[in-house]
C-alpha cells in the first residue's frame, strides 16, 4: 500500500509548551488508522494540523506527495480530505437532504448562485449519499430533530459528498451508545472497503479501536510512543503505563480480553 | 516646540482618562452579563448632570470631590434599577433583543434629562484649587487635566486589586466565563449581576462627573461618547479593563496628534486605530476569542411559500397597485413610507436574519444612498433616474470598506464595529458642510417632472422596493443564501466542505448595503431632502425594531415589522415626550413579545391548525 | 436523601422527561444509565434546578427544592459537576477552587485544598496554571474538586467517563470511591455499564425521558433484555 497522506517532524508550540513535537507517520492507502491517546496530548492539535484549523510551527503535510502544510482548511477540502467533528457540526436551519445538498453546492463551485432554488439542485446525489449511510428516510426532516447517532451518519454522509480520497474523524462515536457505536464504525469500515478511502480517526473508547483499526498510532505529551497492530499496542508496557491502565473498563484488557475486564 | 507637543501629549492623556472610565465600565458589564450596554452612554450623561446640580450646590474643594463621587454613587444605583427592572429579563435573549432594550433606556433617559435640566447647554464650574494651568516646557497645562491623568491609571489600579485580589472578583471573573455553573456553585447570581452592573455604572457616572469641569452637559453627551466608547472596548478586547485603558489611551493619544495635521481626523481615526488593530488582532489587544454570541434560537428549515401564501401576496400586490386610485394624498405618503421601511428592514434581516450578522449600523448603507443620490442631483446635475441608481452604487461601496473589517468579525465584535462605522459616516455627514450641507442637509431634491406626480412616484417606489423585496427573497432560497445561513449556523462546517465564509459574508454585506441604498434613494425623492440623522445611531435602532417587531425568524417578518413600526411612529411622534413614550413601547415588545409579529401569528395558525381535525 | 417523583422536563416543545421517578439514600452511590439524549443531563439539570420542571417534585433532605434556583440548589448540599469539563479556563487551579468555596457544614464531610490537592496531586503542582491549560483528564479532576469545595452532602456528576482516556477513567472511579468512604452520596450519571458497576450500589436506568429499569446490578444481570434494548450493548 502507498502512502496517500504523509507527516513529516510536524511540530506545534503554544507559547512555551509544546503540544506537538516531531511527529512522523504516514497514512496507507484504504487504511484505517487511529490516533489514541491521554488527554491533552495533542491528538486534536494534530488532526487541525492535519487540515489546516492550527498552522504547523515545523514539519510537513502531504498529500499524495503534494504539500498541504499551511494550506486553508478549505482548499484541503478542496484536495479531497474531509473531515467529521468529535461535537457535530451541521447546519441546524435546514433538512438533512439539504445539508449534504450544500456540500455538493460547494463541490460543485455553485455558491455564488443567487437565483436558483438551493433546495432543488443535486437532490438526487443527496439522496445517493444519504442511503449509503441508511438516512434515506429522514432526508426532509429538520436536521435539530435528529437524535444524536443519526447526526453523526449525517456527518459522514457530508463528509464523503466530494468523494474524498481521506478522511479524518475526529472522536467519530464520542457520546453514543455500544451498538450505535460498532454500528457506525462497521459502515464506516465497509466504506473504506469498498471506496478505497483512507481514513484517520482519534478514539477514546477501545472497543472500537481495537475492533477496527488496521493500525493504532499512540501519542503522549505530544510525541508519538508508539505505532503497531491492535494487538502490539496492547501489549507495549508504556501504553499501558500512560494510557491504557489496567483494562478495567473495556472488554479489551491490557493483555488479550479474557471475559472483558471486571464484567461477569 | 517640544513644549508643545508635550502639551498635546498631555491633553491626549487627559482625554483618555474619561474615555478609559467609561469603556471599561462597558467592557465589565460586557464581561458579565454578555449584554452590550446601549444606555451606558446614557449613565455617563447622567453622572454629568447630576455632578454639575451637586458641584454647583455643594462648596468648596470638599464640596466639588463629594458632588463628583455622588453622582457616581448614584448613576450606579440607577444602573442597578436598570439592570433589576429590564435586563434581569432578557439575559437570555439574543443580542438584537438587548440592544434594543438598552436603546429604549437611552429614549427614556433623555427624554427625563429634557424634562429635569432643560435642552439649554449647562457649563459647570472649574474644580477648586484646580482651576489654573502649570507651565511645563513653557506650556500652559490645566492642573485639572494632570489630575485626570493620575486618575485613569489610579482607577485601573484599584480595578485591577478589586479583581485579581478579591472573592468577589473571581467570581465576576469566573461569572465572565460560565455565569450558569457560577450559580450552581452557590453563587447568587443576581447579586453577583447587579453589583457587577453597578461597578460599571458607577465607572461610567464618574467618567460623566469628571468632565463637567472640561466641557459643557448637555443632551448630545450619550449618543457622542457610545460610538467611541465601543471603539475602545472592542480594540482593547471585550472584558478587558488593561486593554480598554491601553486602547483610550492609545486613541486619545493619537487624536491629540491627528488633529494638529487635519482637525477633522478624530471623526475617522479611532475607525482607523481599530481597522489596523482588528487585522492583526481579531479579538483585540487583550482580547480572547470567547464566545462573543448572545443565544440563538434554531430555525427551522425554510419552506418554499404554499399557493395560499403566494394568492395572499399577489392580492397584496394588486391592492398595493391600485392604492392611487382610491387616494392622492396622505395614504400615498403613507405608502412610500411603507415601502422605504420594508426595503430597509428586509435588507437588513437579509444580513442578521439570514446571514446571522447582527449589524448595530445598517443605517449607515441607507443614507449612503440616500446622500449619494441627493448629491448626484445637487452636485452632478444628474437627472433622477440614474442619481437614483447613484444610491445603491455608493451604498455598496460603503458596504465594501467597512464590510471587509466587519466579517472578521462576529457576534458583538461585529455589531459594535458595524456601529462604529455608521458613527463615523454620520460624522462625516455632520461635519463636512461644505459638501453635504452638515446639519442642514441637503434640500430640494425632488423627483423628476414627468415623475412630480404622487402617483406616478408612489409607482416608481412600488417598482424599485417591490424588485428588491423579491430580489431578497430569492437569495435567501439560493444556494448563496443558503451558505449565509449555513455560516450562521456553523462557521465550522461551512469552512469543512470547502466554502470561503468570509468572502461570502462580505458579499452578503454588500448586497444588504446595495438594497438598503435602493430604500434611501427612493426616500430621498419621496421627502425632497436628507439630513444627517437617516445615518444615526436612532434610524439604524429603527430598523433593528422593525426586524425584531415582526419576528427574526421569518422572511416575511420585516415587512410586518415595518408595516407596523411605520404606523406606530406615525402615531407616537404626535405626541409630547414622544421619545419617552416610544421607549416604553419598545421595551414593552421586548419584554412581552419576544418572537414579534410573524412568530404571533405563526404561533396562532399552528393554534388553529391543531384545532382542526386532521 | 433526594427524592424525585413524577418529573416532567421541557425543552421548549420538546417533553424531555416524562414522570421520572428516583431517589438516593445518605451514603449510596446511584449509577444514572441510559444513551446519549435518554435524559440523563436533563435530570441532574431539573435536581440542580438549571432547568425548570414543568411539574413534579424534588426534595432534599426533606425540603421541597422544586425549580428553586441552582445557587439554592448548591447552598442545600447539592453539589453539581457537569459533563464537558466546565473549568473557568482563564482563572487559575486554586482560583477555580476558590469560586466553589462555601462554609462548612455539620451534615456533610467538609474538605480543604490541602485535603482536596491530597486527593488530586496532578492539581496540587499546577495550582497557579490557568484552567484551560490543563489537560482533559486534569479539568475533569479540577470540576469535581471545585464541587467538593462546597462540602456537598451529595453529588451530581454528569458523565464522569466521557472523551477521557481509560487510565483517568480508573482514577475517577477511586475518586468515587473515597467520596463514598467519606460519607458522601452520590448520583453518576453514565454510558458505560462497566464504569458504572465499579462504582455504583445501585442502577436506574431511564430511556427516553422515562425510567425503564431501577435495581441492583444483580437484578440488572438476571434480566439482560433490559439493558441489551435501553443500553444498546
Redesign the interface.
Known sequence: MSAVLTIDKLTKRFGGLTAVSDVSFALKAGEFLALIGPNGAGKTTCFNMLNGYIKPDGGTVALKGRPITGLAPRAVWRLGVGRTFQITQTFASMTVAENVQMALISHHRRTLDLFSRASRLYRAEAEALLSRVGMLGEADRAATALAYGDLKRLELAVALAHAPTVLLMDEPTAGMAQAERTALMALVADIVAAEGLSVLFTEHDMDVVFNHAHRVLVLNRGELIAEGTGEEIRANATVQAVYLGGGTLSSFGATPPQNGGVSP | MMGFYFAQLLTGLANASSLFLIASGLSIIFGVTRVVNFAHGSLYMLGAYIAYSLVTTLPGVFGFWTGVILAAVATAFIGAAIEILILRRIYHSPELFQLVATFGVVLIVQDAALAIWGSEDLLGPRAPLLDRAVRIFGEPIPEYDLALIVIGPVVLGLIWLLFQRTRWGILVRAATQDREMVGALGVNQHVLFTSTFMVGSFLAGLGGALQVPRESVNLLMDLNIIGQAFVVVVIGGMGSVTGAFVAAVIISVANAFGVLVWPQISLILPFLVMAVVLIVRPYGLFGTPASAHGASVPEAPLRAMPPAGIAVAAIVAVGAALLPLADDGFLLVLGIDLLVAMLFAASLHLLMGVGGMVSFGHAAYFGLGAYAAALAVKSLGLPMLPAMLLGPVAAAFGAMVFGWFCVRLSGVYLAMLTLAAAQILWGITFQWQSVTGGDDGILGVWPARWASDRAVYFYIALALCGAGLLIIRRIAHSPFGYVLRGGRDSALRAEAIGIDLKAHQWLGFILAGALAGVAGSVFVFSKGSVFPDTLAIGHSVDGLIMVLLGGVQSLLGPLFGAAAFVLIEDWVMRLDHWRAIFGVIILAIVLLAPDGIAGGVGRLLTLLRLRRPA | MLEVTALNTFYGGAHILRDVTLAVGPHEVLALLG???AGKSTTMRSV?G?VRPRSGRVTFAGADMTGA???K???AGLG?V?EDR?V????TVA??L???R?EARPDAPSWSVDQLFGLFPNLAERRGTAAG???????QMLTIA??LM?NPRLILLDEP??????????QMAQVIGEMKSRGLAVMVSE?????A??VADRAVIIEKGEVRFEGTFAAL?AAPEIARET???
Do not use: K
Request: proline fraction near 5%.
Open positions: 444513551r446519549n439524549g440542580m438549571l434556583a441552582p445557587y440548589a448548591c447552598r453539581y457537569p466546565r473557568f479556563r482563564e482563572l482560583e477555580n476558590e469560586v466553589g462555601r491549560r490543563l489537560s482533559g483528564g486534569e479539568q471545585r464541587t462546597g467517563s466521557e472523551g477521557i482516556s481509560p487510565l483517568i477513567v480508573e454510558q458505560n455499564l462497566h464504569f458497576r465499579l444481570d443500553l444498546a450493548l
